[in-house]
């Protein structure tokens, strides 16, 4: 059975960082890519970053480049989000997600591809 879970999250001052984990069981990160998403109150879902299996290339969207890094240890399971210069509209539910095909562009693929998700972790910036 596959499980994502995420953590990391909280209240962070704007400008400041917040580096959050997915860490998975059931299913080895490195044969299948990872993305994260968020969704904020009365907002679509955003794709924010993803990341493909093995050696695959990361993706940022323009909307967050320069601010977010992905990264995973396979020794751990564990996919990381840093984000830095966090901004009050950054305030979101942030999901990460999988899928069982072992994409390795991920950029190429949307959400509906993702059928495992996390329950997500909240992220406030408020100061």
């Known amino acids: 059975q596959v499980q994502l879970v995420e953590s990391g999250g909280g209240l962070v001052q704007p400008g400041g960082s917040l580096r959050l984990s997915c860490a998975a069981s059931?299913?080895?990160?490195?044969?299948?890519?990872i993305l994260w998403f968020r969704q904020a109150p009365g907002k679509e879902r955003e794709i924010i970053s993803c990341?493909?299996?093995?050696?695959?290339?990361?993706y940022i969207p323009d909307s967050v480049k320069g601010r977010i890094t992905i990264s995973k240890d396979n020794a751990k399971n564990t996919v990381y989000l840093q984000m830095n210069s966090l901004k009050p509209e950054d305030t979101a539910v942030y999901h990460c997600?999988?899928?069982?095909?072992?994409?390795?562009?991920?950029?190429?693929?949307?959400?509906?591809?993702?059928?495992?998700w996390g329950q997500g972790t909240q992220v406030t910036v408020s100061s």
């Open positions: 997600a999988t899928e069982f095909h072992g994409f390795y562009y991920c950029s190429a693929y949307e959400l509906k591809d993702y059928p495992y």
């Open positions: 059931g299913i080895s990160l490195d044969a299948y890519s």
């Open positions: 990341i493909g299996r093995g050696d695959g290339p990361a």
